[in-house]
């Protein structure tokens, strides 16, 4: 079979140097289904390869030179199946989970045997000698995303919770730095012949690079509204709640400051994107923008990328950049290190300033920013995240009314309650007659297990006596576990407070149990507050 003619426009790059002379057209690729089974089969393949690996090395793999040597031979035999172009199928489908086993074992040795900061500069070595070996441009954008974290663990450490939080957004904006100056770098050179085969190179590393750093954006922001109520307890909302409480401890000019500068670099970039967008009367929500990011660390690094990403065209990162910038809004109202009346008051500012604004500029022509009307796929994003919406919301409704229907109810005893929040209307913060807790500054991590009660019930369904359980200690027969959630710094059942009907305030002073469903493994949901006669409350 001939090999078929190749277009104008890859002659004339072959001819310019953008193109090496031996490119080609790519491949035909097999249907999805035969690479999903593929991809399927290569990843069942390697379970029992990793097995023999472990009988055969046993307790070699925690000290000396075999975690190098392995992973080393691994990466090299992933290396050299992605770049034949004679392998089959199956075997360039076993490359990747070669490649991440390879990295594992060398990742382990490396932060096993050498400092906290020299392990993380080899390991973004290593993951540009990779770029440069590996072919695929999926993989170069997983690389990016692997240096973005690496070089966050450079600058900061691997002290990430507790201390000073201060030096951890000085790392994260000097990763924005390094980004920002790489976007620019791309730009010049593939302006120009010579550097545009380097530009094609990096370009997937350094979009992997800032894909790394949203997800680090949205979890240093800590909780965002209503999603620590649909997370209910366990271990999502303990990895959501993780920074909640801590972001302003200390440190707090120098992240404002970073902050600040950010947003003003990517609202300035926004009007290359449109210059529609170059009237003075948008500098109203501008400045809005700028005083939030003020007040909120990530919420500058989000506008910088937004804008970066609408300058460049780069519509999936600037659609990543405005969902974290939401979430990072929506965390303003768990930020507890700021008293409520001047968060409503912040609010409450921005939105008759807001208001003021779009009503005087109302008689304006509209704004045109000229984009075009989606296609293909792209019509169907909206419905299909709605459709996504309603599923989790729906699946969290269903959840909870199994824990009510099949729970054991049990009543525990409250201790002194706030039957009133100046801020949110009808509102009691609840305390519940327990032992004493520890500190959940003590636990390490959300992968440790959680502190648990044992309870004995009476024949009322009320908890009688109530006693700590320590670690793999298990409930004497015939009492009830209790499970407890980390909520606002402190342990809890469940939840620290419960809203009520407006108008029932002075009923609710009569509350004396909270009323609840537990499950056998000790999961609850508070479904009420009750009187001394167990009568549930309005």
């Known amino acids: 079979m001939s090999t ?5 426009w890859m002659v004339q790059a072959q001819q310019q140097g953008l193109l090496p002379p031996e490119a080609g057209l790519p491949a035909a690729e097999h249907p999805w289904p035969v690479q999903l089974l593929t991809a399927l089969g290569a990843w069942l393949a390697l379970i029992p390869f ?6 055969l090395l046993g ?7 075999t975690a190098y040597v392995v992973g080393l031979l691994l990466l090299a035999a992933g290396v050299g199946l992605l770049r034949s172009e004679s392998v089959g199928r199956f075997l360039e489908q076993l490359a990747l989970p070669l490649l991440l086993l390879g990295l594992g074992s060398v990742g382990y040795a490396l932060g096993r045997d050498l400092p906290s900061r020299m392990a993380p500069a080899l390991g973004l070595l290593l993951c540009a000698a990779l770029v440069l070996a590996l072919p695929r441009h999926w993989l170069r954008l997983m690389l990016g995303v692997a240096g973005a974290w690496l070089c966050l663990l450079l600058v900061r450490g691997p002290h990430w919770i507790g201390g000073d939080f201060a030096p951890l957004w000085w790392s994260v904006y000097l990763t924005l730095g390094l980004w920002g100056l790489a976007q620019a770098w791309l730009h010049a050179q593939g302006l120009r012949a010579p550097g545009a085969a380097a530009a094609a190179l990096l370009e997937p590393v350094v979009r992997g690079w800032v894909l790394g750093l949203l997800p680090v954006l949205a979890w240093l922001s800590g909780p965002t509204f209503m999603m620590s109520g649909g997370l209910g307890s366990g271990l999502a909302r303990e990895l959501h709640a993780a920074f909640g409480a801590h972001l302003w401890a200390s440190g707090r000019m120098g992240p404002a400051a970073l902050s600040v500068l950010a947003a003003a670099l990517g609202l300035a970039a926004l009007p290359q994107a449109w210059p529609v967008l170059r009237q003075w009367r948008l500098l109203v929500p501008a400045l809005l923008l700028l005083g939030l990011a003020f007040v909120l660390p990530a919420l500058g690094a989000c506008l910088l990328v937004l804008g970066l990403a609408l300058v460049r065209g780069r519509r999936v990162l600037a659609l990543g950049a405005a969902a974290v910038a939401l979430w990072t809004l929506g965390s303003f109202y768990y930020q507890l290190a700021l008293p409520l009346t001047d968060k409503a008051l912040v609010l409450v500012a921005s939105g008759a300033v807001l208001g003021a604004w779009l009503w005087l500029t109302a008689e304006r022509r509209p704004l045109r920013l000229g984009l075009a009307k989606p296609e293909g796929a792209a019509r169907w994003a909206i419905p299909l995240c709605g459709l996504l919406c309603l599923g989790v919301v729906n699946g969290l409704i269903w959840q909870k009314e199994q824990l009510i229907a099949q729970g054991r109810p049990v009543f525990v005893g409250l201790a002194p309650v706030d039957p009133r929040s100046l801020i949110q209307g009808d509102y009691m913060r609840v305390n ?11 636990i390490a991590g959300p992968w440790q297990e959680r502190p648990r009660l044992e309870a004995r019930l009476d024949a009322r369904g009320v908890a009688t006596e109530v006693r700590l359980l320590q670690a793999q200690e298990a409930p004497a027969a015939g009492t009830q576990l209790l499970m407890l959630s980390p909520v606002n710094g402190h ?5 620290d407070a419960w809203y009520f009907q407006e108008g029932q305030e002075p009923r609710m002073r009569a509350a004396a149990f909270g009323e609840f469903r537990v499950m056998p493994d000790g999961r609850a949901l508070l479904v009420g507050l009750a009187d001394r006669n167990l009568q549930r409350l309005p």
């Open 59 to 65: 307790r070699a793999w925690e000290h000396g030179v």
């Open 491 to 495: 342990w809890t059942l469940v939840s």
């Open 4 to 8: 078929p003619s190749l277009p104008d």
């Open 432 to 442: 519940y007659a327990l032992p004493a807790l520890p500190p959940v500054a003590e």
């Open 50 to 55: 990793v097995i023999f690996l472990a009988l």
